[in-house]
């Protein structure tokens, strides 16, 4: 269920309901016995490190950077083939294929008919890097490249990750977009989070900073507490906050 339930007050208030049961992600994995992995069916986008997390309560603040909705799909209604390398600093190649309309339109960012990419995955002791590009389509032809690099440390007292994207469409209009994200684990059960971004949209002529503060409490490893302020030098400011779950 997609806003099953969503109410808004203010200037533009508005309270709505919607029923419809949308399929957001559907696929099987088949694991080789050298380590390589292929995906069938509809799958988050092996782009970058936030898209990848498919699950909210393991992501670091409820709302999600502006990067992983604009430049990019965030779903793939195809295959993808991780190609396991294991060398000295490169690890995987990701290939990713389709050639058809996506299950479930309603989830993804864009109606997408075709979508190639190709990424690179790197890891040392200290850092890990994911870079790479690919292709896509959608409604009426519209026709797009991109290309991407996220880079993140992890550590006992603190976690740090940064990624950027480059979008451009078939008129050769560009748009970029940048997040450099820090979490600090300042109590056993809580962690404080900062996030800052800069999005630069050459097709509507619209730049904007956002700077987001949060706090993410764990009372217990399967749940979830999180709640975050978000700045924006254009658009509305906002509260979220957000409860979760697993199962």
């Known amino acids: 269920l ?17 029923k419809k049961i949308h399929i957001e992600r559907l696929y099987i994995t088949y694991y080789f016995e050298n380590d390589d992995m292929l995906n069938i069916g ?6 970058g490190f936030w898209n990848t997390i498919p699950i909210n309560i393991l992501r670091p603040t409820t709302s999600s950077p502006h990067l992983v909705t604009n430049m990019f799909p965030k ?3 195809g295959l993808s083939y ?3 390398i294991n060398g000295t600093y490169l690890q995987d190649l990701i290939f990713t294929f ?12 864009f109606p997408l008919k075709k979508h190639y990419s190709l990424g690179f995955d790197f890891e040392n002791s200290y850092f890990q890097l994911r870079c790479g590009g690919g292709y896509f389509k959608y409604e009426k032809d519209n026709k797009n490249k991109y290309y991407f690099a996220a880079i993140k440390q992890e550590g006992i007292k603190f ?3 940064a990624e950027w994207a480059l979008r451009i469409n078939d008129e050769n209009i560009y748009l970029h977009d940048f997040y450099l994200q820090n979490i600090w684990h300042t109590l056993q059960k809580f962690d404080t989070v900062f996030r800052v971004e800069k999005y630069k949209d050459d097709i509507l002529y ?20 999180k709640g975050e302020y978000e700045r924006h030098t254009v658009t509305n400011n906002r509260f979220a906050f957000s409860f979760s779950m697993m199962f």
């Open 98 to 109: 389709q050639n058809n309309e996506d299950i479930g339109k309603s989830y993804n960012n």
């Open 82 to 84: 991780k190609k396991n």
């Open 159 to 161: 976690d740090w990750q």
């Open 42 to 47: 509809k799958f988050n986008s092996e782009i």
């Open 206 to 225: 619209f730049k904007e900073w956002n700077f987001t503060v949060g706090g993410i409490y764990k009372p217990l490893p399967n749940i979830v507490i």
């Open 2 to 18: 997609s806003d099953s339930y969503k109410k808004v007050i203010g200037e533009e208030h508005f309270e709505e309901t919607h």
């Open 75 to 77: 779903f793939t209604t």
